[in-house]
């Protein structure tokens, strides 16, 4: 039962391009969602988070967007550079278990000269 | 600042034996975890901890202890290495977060343990 879903496996942009990435939750109770970045052979590193009491949070060149009714949420890179190329996960503490961080399977971002 | 460092970065393992995944962080996190990466499946969490002396199961433990005696360290035990626990294995730790109370905040991964068993 995949409380974070992450339905594309991967998405290719071109440099400059915006970058869309989505996730859907099933659980309406979650309070926060985070955004990570992983590049091969290393960890995933914190990218940026967005509470459930806002709809939108931005950081540069990344914006993460909220739709509480649809239970949904994107992360969009403007302009996308080829060093953002690198799986994106977003995540979620457990219904229930708020201690618990769940993470979605990730999107392959690959950004083209 | 080194952070959540995890050994070793590489082990083949065969059918049977035992091993330990070290972790251990120098930022007095809290919180402590274990997350196991497959391919396309994204990370599973294996267990977690929220201090010293309190473990706690994840989505996949089956096949896995832990202990956290210390608020620095965290290891992973494998008792009995299964083909199926090939993976790479990362450890993270997290403050608490400002907001929402309770929870955990940024989390801080290690480089990854790569697990072959054969």
């Known amino acids: 039962d995949q409380q974070v879903k992450q339905n594309s496996p991967s998405l290719s942009v071109q440099e400059g391009r915006i970058s869309i990435l989505n996730c859907d939750y099933t659980n309406s109770m979650f309070d926060y969602f985070l955004w990570y970045k992983k590049y091969p052979a290393e960890g995933p590193t914190f990218l940026i988070s967005?509470?459930?009491?806002?709809d939108k949070n931005e950081d540069g060149r990344f914006t993460v967007f909220l739709n509480k009714s649809a239970k949904h949420l994107s992360l969009h890179i403007v302009p996308s550079q080829p060093g953002d190329s690198a799986v994106y996960f977003c995540a979620a503490p457990s219904a229930g278990a708020t201690n618990k961080l769940i993470f979605g399977t990730g999107t392959l971002l690959a950004v083209q000269p | 600042n080194a952070g959540v460092t995890q050994t070793p970065k590489f082990r083949i393992l065969k059918i049977g034996q035992s091993m330990t995944l070290q972790c251990t962080q120098d930022?007095?996190?809290?919180?402590m975890y274990w997350y196991r990466q497959d391919p396309g499946m994204g990370l599973k969490l294996i267990y977690y901890?929220?201090?010293?002396?309190?473990?706690d199961k994840g989505e996949v433990p089956n096949g896995y202890n832990v202990s956290r005696s210390t608020t620095e360290d965290f290891p992973l035990r494998l008792e009995l290495a299964a083909p199926s626990q090939t993976s790479v294995y990362f450890c993270a730790s997290s403050p608490l977060a400002r907001w929402p109370p309770n929870t955990p905040g940024e989390l801080f991964f290690g480089e990854g343990s790569r697990l072959t068993v054969l």
């Open positions: 901890s929220v201090g010293a002396g309190i473990t």
């Open positions: 930022m007095n996190h809290n919180y």
């Open positions: 967005i509470s459930s009491i806002k």
